[in-house]
């Protein structure tokens, strides 16, 4: 669903950023490799990067059976991917920074893989963003506490708004920023943020930082809201950078 509701923007942005034929693309943080399954299919020399094994094992299976040759998959974690340097022309991820403790860090790692004149395209969420009208006080709730429960994993789930202060301190120039805001009165899209707070939140119950009945309350409160034929559910700001790493300067060995 998040590939349904975000692709078709991301794509336009790639595009934006000089993404084309021939170019060498890596992705980082891959999920099932949608974005990168597609850089692929355009004719790009694709990588795609993420730390869960059963994660890339499924997009090798997927790449496969879309008969898609001219793609790699590997399991590496953001700060150590492997990759050599000055050899990338288009580095990507989504969804990944807000999920980082170090995120000016991991941009450097992208830095240095990037060639000259290479660029980094982020999509990086906000999700104080997200909210109803007319208001659910179990959207509201469930966002602060995945906001809550982020900051004390020493991570920022609404530093989508960073994102091109994080590029510059890494050493990027600033391309291109902007950002977008889905919103939903109906359709199968709506619910998105539902799955995504009672899947995030459900740690905080087997911690025991929050009761199963609370946790089953707010579901049904945001679940009513997705139902409701006269509720709008906004889910999270989309923040988007393209950041490129300046003409003349080579990374050191």
């Not at 997705?226 to 300067?249: F, W, Y």
Request: some cysteine.
């Amino acid at each position: 669903m998040i590939s349904e509701v975000h692709d078709g923007a991301t794509r336009e942005l790639l595009r934006l950023a000089g993404f084309a034929r021939g170019c060498r693309f890596v992705e980082f943080g891959c999920g099932l490799g949608y974005v990168t399954r597609w850089a692929a299919a355009e004719g790009s020399h694709a990588t795609g990067i993420d730390a869960s094994e059963e994660q890339v094992k499924a997009c090798q299976e997927l790449a496969s059976d879309e008969g898609l040759t001219n793609v790699d998959f590997r399991t590496a974690n953001i700060y150590e991917p492997g990759l050599e340097p000055d050899s990338i022309d288009v580095a990507y991820c989504r969804w990944l920074m807000v999920h980082l403790t170090r995120p000016v860090d991991a941009m450097r790692v992208i830095f240095v893989a990037l060639k000259p004149g290479g660029v980094m395209v982020c999509e990086e969420a906000g999700v104080s963003a997200v909210y109803t009208e007319p208001r659910s006080i179990a959207y509201e709730e469930m966002r602060e506490i995945a906001l809550r429960a982020g900051r004390a994993r020493g991570v920022d789930y609404d530093g989508g708004r960073y994102a091109h202060l994080w590029a510059k301190e890494a050493g990027f120039e600033l391309v291109h920023v902007s950002a977008y805001h889905p919103h939903y009165l109906s359709g199968p899209h709506k619910g998105l943020w539902n799955w995504t707070f009672r899947n995030a939140v459900r740690r905080l119950v087997e911690e025991r930082s929050l009761t199963e009945e609370r946790w089953e309350e707010l579901i049904a409160g945001m679940t009513a809201a997705d139902n409701s034929p006269e509720t709008v559910v906004a889910h999270c700001r989309m923040h988007q950078v393209i950041a490129r790493k300046p003409l003349g300067r080579p990374s050191e060995a």
